[in-house]
């Protein structure tokens, strides 16, 4: 079964970091590009970063850059959100996803894992 | 980076059919054949309805169909069944970034 699962949500101070991850599994990861996605309580969907295949390319929303940063490890199947400067309005459950960036749409989507920015 | 425009509610009768439209700009909806839609039950994650303006992923029903002109996509959803009521998000892709449509409420009466 493909699948993914996130974790590494929680609750943290504003101006605190906090290391998301997401496990992927029944599907090749290292040939598929990712994405980030996250929705804000009672709001919509905001794209948040994407990262290629081999790393190669990677692209930030602008509410994110320079504060996130994503990585993979392709040995491991795993997808990575490292979240620093954290503010209020960074509160959201945080969606993986796997991502054409363009083609074939964000196909495959994880639970989701919250995320609490407050002092 | 600013969010592309859907009507915040549509709805319909079961069995009628409902069109959702998503509204962006040449750089992003009008400027690629990348446009996604993606439906949302309350507490569960998003899931892919169609992909590349129009075309259906496996297991999708036939009722969902896309299309676009110019710089507007839009959603139908004929047919409309109870399981339909959710919310719905178009996506575009959009050079370095990609964007999400604001949502819209589907209300099956």
């Known amino acids: 079964e493909v699948q993914l699962v996130e974790s590494g949500g929680g609750l943290v101070q504003p101006g605190g970091s906090l290391r998301l991850s997401c496990a992927a599994s029944g599907f090749t990861f290292s040939y598929f590009s990712m994405t980030w996605v996250r929705q804000a309580p009672g709001k919509g969907l905001e794209w948040v970063a994407y990262?290629?295949?081999?790393?190669?390319?990677?692209y930030y929303a602008d509410s994110v850059k320079g504060r996130f940063t994503i990585s993979r490890d392709n040995a491991k199947n795993s997808l990575y959100l490292q979240m620093n400067s954290l503010r209020a309005e960074d509160t959201a459950i945080y969606y993986c996803?796997?991502?054409?960036?363009?083609?074939?749409?964000?196909?495959?989507w994880g639970q989701g894992t919250t995320v609490t920015v407050s002092s | 980076q600013s969010a592309l425009t859907q009507p915040p509610s549509a709805s319909g009768s079961p069995g009628q059919s409902v069109t959702i439209s998503c509204t962006g700009t040449s750089s992003d909806v009008g400027g690629y054949n990348y446009v996604s839609w993606y439906q949302q039950h309350p507490g569960k994650a998003p899931k892919l309805m169609i992909y590349?303006?129009?075309k259906r992923p496996s297991g999708v029903p036939d009722r969902f169909s896309g299309s676009r002109s110019g710089n507007t996509a839009s959603l139908t959803v004929s047919g409309l069944q109870a399981e339909d009521e959710a919310d719905y998000y178009c996506s575009s892709y959009a050079g370095s970034t990609n964007l999400f449509g604001t949502g819209t409420k589907v209300t099956v009466l």
């Open positions: 590349e303006v129009s």
């Open positions: 996803a796997r991502d054409g960036f363009g083609a074939y749409g964000m196909d495959v």
């Open positions: 990262i290629s295949s081999t790393t190669g390319t990677i």
